[in-house]
């Protein structure tokens, strides 16, 4: 089967623009999650969606990030502003139950 | 609130040295618990899981053990290879939240030939 898709695989942008990403999750996975890895560390959950619905966004920084899956397929995250600590890889992953996570390549963010 | 705890890196083994890496977690639940195996450059790669006390996991001779008395998961290996080099991350995930995964922070491997 295919595996989870994203894109751009690197971006460079300096502070205060925006940037997206977006994923394509496993055909038929109802779960889709966003990641964010900064550098030496565990992946920390940003947003979980069911469907096209959320499930928990309770880390995101909703001031400056935010995200959709419309029609319960892709999702985009989107941060605007970015800062200098959102430097990091994003991480998408899903899944079709407990079995656990398939993850895409992640996209590495670097803001200067 | 749930956590994971798995000991520091780097670690730094010759080839076909044995491998243990620890990891405890917290749970308020019954969580499944997994190991992720991250290489450079590249995204999370499901190494293993187990989704309930005493059930054993295992995958490219890499094996952990469910242990609820000790709320542990430690990834064991008995030959390790220069290709094993890469980041494991102990991992819990329970239905409450939605089958939601939490990641410890990570254990980097060296394998030197």
């Known amino acids: 089967e295919a595996g989870v898709a994203q894109s751009p695989r690197y971006k460079i942008i300096e502070k205060r623009q925006s940037v997206a990403f977006w994923c394509n999750p496993i055909s038929g996975h109802a779960t889709l999650y966003w990641y964010q890895q900064i550098l030496g560390q565990g992946p920390k959950l940003l947003i979980q969606f069911q469907n096209n619905g959320v499930v928990d966004d309770s880390q995101l920084p909703k001031d400056r990030f935010s995200a959709e899956r419309l029609k319960g397929v892709d999702s985009t995250l989107k941060i605007q502003p970015a800062k200098l600590e959102d430097s990091a890889v994003y991480l998408c992953?899903?899944?079709?139950?407990?079995?656990?996570?398939?993850f895409g390549s992640g996209t590495r963010l670097t803001v200067v | 609130g749930n956590s994971v705890t798995q000991m520091e890196g780097p670690v730094t083994l010759s080839e076909e040295a044995f491998l243990t890496i620890n990891c405890t977690y917290t749970?308020?639940?019954?969580?499944?618990l997994f190991w992720y195996v991250q290489y450079p450059g590249e995204g999370l790669q499901l190494l293993l899981k187990?989704?309930?006390?005493?059930d054993k996991g295992s995958n490219k001779g890499f094996e952990a053990t469910y242990r609820k008395e000790t709320t542990s998961f430690h990834l064991e290996k008995g030959s390790v290879q220069v290709s094993d080099s890469a980041v494991y991350f102990c991992a819990l995930s329970e239905g409450t939240g939605g089958f939601k995964t939490i990641f410890g922070a990570g254990t980097r491997l060296f394998v030197k030939a």
């Open positions: 992953a899903s899944s079709s139950g407990p079995g656990g996570y398939t």
């Open positions: 187990a989704t309930k006390a005493d």
């Open positions: 749970a308020t639940g019954y969580p499944s």
